[in-house]
């Protein structure tokens, strides 16, 4: 089966510019994840999806970070006016059961490295 | 509060020797508990996982992991070490059926030859 697609990889952009990436899950897995990695430490949840309803977003700096997953399956992370601190690497994640004991499976991120 | 620790940022070890990485969880029941392997540039690729049954579960690549539940502990071992075994290592749990996956800061590991 087809993986976690996520694009750009890289993205370099000057702050208080906007970014977006996007995420396509694996095909019929109804929960999606967005991670935040900063360099030096784990994964943080950003904003979790069941379908195409939000589940928990309580770590979403709302001020600035925004997400939509539209017909339940593809999803975009939007990140405007974007600040120093947001540089990290952007991960996007999906199963089939929400909290499940099989795990995730996770996209190759995308690098964001903000000027 | 409920955490994840991974007591060591950098492990070195040489190559063909074993290897042990320390996992520890805070939380009153058996969490669901995983250890996944990222590689520089790349996603997060799972090892192994363990949720319920026998207590040494086995892995890809050749990994192992032990769950000790009086020491709230999951430690990732593999006999002899390969060069491209050089990595970041994730421990991460699920508390509860239908949370979220939480990951600790990740060891380090680097191979010397």
Redesign the interface.
């Known amino acids: 089966e087809a993986g976690v697609a996520q694009s750009p990889r890289y993205k370099i952009i000057e702050k208080r510019q906007s970014v977006a990436f996007w995420c396509n899950p694996i095909s019929g897995h109804a929960t999606l994840y967005w991670y935040q990695q900063i360099l030096g430490q784990g994964p943080k949840l950003l904003i979790q999806f069941q379908n195409n309803g939000v589940v928990d977003d309580s770590q979403l700096p709302k001020d600035r970070f925004s997400a939509e997953r539209l017909k339940g399956v593809d999803s975009t992370l939007k990140i405007q006016p974007a600040k120093l601190e947001d540089s990290a690497v952007y991960l996007c994640a999906s199963s089939s059961i929400r909290g499940n004991r099989y795990g995730y499976t996770f996209g190759s991120g995308t690098r964001l490295t903000v000027v | 509060a409920q955490s994840?620790t991974q007591p060591d940022i950098h492990i070195t070890v040489s190559e063909g020797a074993s290897l042990e990485l320390r996992c520890n969880y805070s939380y009153g029941a058996t969490p669901?508990l995983?250890w996944?392997v990222q590689s520089p540039?790349?996603?997060?690729?799972?090892l192994l996982?363990y949720?319920s049954g026998d207590t040494l579960v086995q892995g890809i690549k050749g990994f192992e992991a032990e769950f000790k539940r009086s020491q709230s502990s999951f430690n990732l071992r593999k006999p002899s070490v390969h060069w491209s075994d050089a990595a970041e290592y994730?421990c991460?749990v699920?508390m509860?059926?239908?949370?979220?996956?939480?990951?600790?800061?990740?060891t380090i590991l680097r191979v010397k030859s």
């Open positions: 994840v669901y995983f996944y540039g790349q996603g997060l690729q799972l996982k949720f994730f991460a699920i509860e059926y239908g949370n979220k996956l939480v990951f600790g800061a990740g």
